[in-house]
């Protein structure tokens, strides 16, 4: 059974930062796009970015670039997103998700979610 797990989240004020983290178990990591989506409330749920085990990063939303990092320690297979400079417009929650073929950037196109983890910025 696929299991994807975030953590990471947080309140934090305007301008700060935070690191999410995204294990997951059953299924073979690499096989895998990663991928950052975030659902604010009374919101669709929107790509933030996203990334292939060799082919980078495939995407930024324009929201998150030059702000938002996305990364994968290949040594523990652990997907990060680090955000900087927050704002409260950040406030979401934030879900890791397993893309089997390409970064799509569609909620639709999703292999797998995990539960996500809140992000409350404050002004």
């Known amino acids: 059974q696929v299991q994807i797990v975030e953590s990471g989240g947080g309140l934090v004020q305007a301008g700060g930062s935070l690191r999410l983290s995204c294990t997951a178990s059953g299924l073979v990591f690499n096989d895998y796009h990663w991928g950052w989506f975030r659902q604010a409330p009374g919101k669709e749920r929107e790509g933030v970015s996203c990334m292939g085990w060799n082919s980078g990063i495939e995407y930024a939303s324009d929201p998150a670039k030059g702000r938002f990092t996305i990364s994968i320690d290949k040594s523990k297979n652990i997907v990060y997103l680090q955000m900087n400079n927050l704002k409260p417009d950040d406030t979401a929650m934030y879900y890791c998700?397993?893309?089997?073929?390409?970064?799509?950037?569609?909620?639709?196109?999703?292999?797998?979610w995990g539960q996500g983890t809140q992000v409350t910025v404050s002004s």
């Open positions: 998700a397993a893309e089997r073929t390409v970064c799509w950037g569609s909620p639709s196109r999703v292999d797998y």
